[in-house]
């Protein structure tokens, strides 16, 4: 608005106590919320550091778990079941394929035993393998050493029948069509 002489008048807006209140409330959320964005950033950035790290994000941590399926040669005679099989092969490998698809496929079987598996290429293994020197017919684990593969099937705690080529393996993990569960 002008007056006469050309000069501009301020015209005064009046709030409600309600509309003040209102506009008080909105100040003060505006306030909490950069509050909170502050204090989030300078966590990130002074305390935890990973703001400005771009490698935080590769040194993910994930979860252990425990594989019941799995066991060591160390451990493998003192399972719980009354009768079993162990099979032993390197995971790296490419027959390990081979072995996982005999062991999935004999699973089927209405009269499957538990089979677990050793993998050769743990480090608690490293010690008992010998592809030269092979005995896998000993339940003294001191004298024990397999080499590529090996089928056992241990009962009572007592390894009573090995394995340890392809053939016989499959043979003796064989699937029967008739006893599917």
């Known amino acids: 608005m002008t007056n006469n002489n050309g000069k501009r008048i ?11 209140e209102i506009k008080r409330f909105i100040l ?13 950033f300078f966590t990130r950035l002074f ?19 425990i594989d019941y399926n799995a066991a060591s040669i160390g451990s493998m005679l003192s399972r719980h ?14 027959d ?6 005999l062991v999935s496929t004999y699973k089927r079987n209405k009269d499957a035993l538990k089979v677990y598996l050793v993998d050769l290429n743990n480090e ?8 030269e020197n092979v005995n896998v ?13 090996a089928l056992l099937k241990v009962e009572n705690g007592k390894i009573t029948s090995s394995f340890t080529k392809d053939e016989d393996i499959q043979k003796e993990l064989e699937y029967k069509k008739d006893t599917e569960k």
């Open 10 to 20: 301020k015209k005064e807006t009046y709030l409600s106590e309600d509309q003040q």
């Open 28 to 40: 003060l959320l505006i306030i909490i919320v950069i509050l909170i964005l502050g204090v989030y």
């Open 47 to 65: 305390v935890t550091k990973d703001l400005l790290n771009k490698d935080a994000d590769k040194n993910t941590v994930i979860p252990g778990g």
């Open 81 to 94: 079941e009354k009768e079993y099989y162990v099979i032993m092969y390197d995971s790296k490998t490419a």
């Open 96 to 101: 390990a394929v081979y072995y996982g698809g």
């Open 124 to 131: 608690l293994n490293k010690k008992y393998i010998d592809k």
């Open 137 to 149: 017919n000993t339940n003294n684990l001191e004298e024990f050493k397999v080499g590529v593969v």
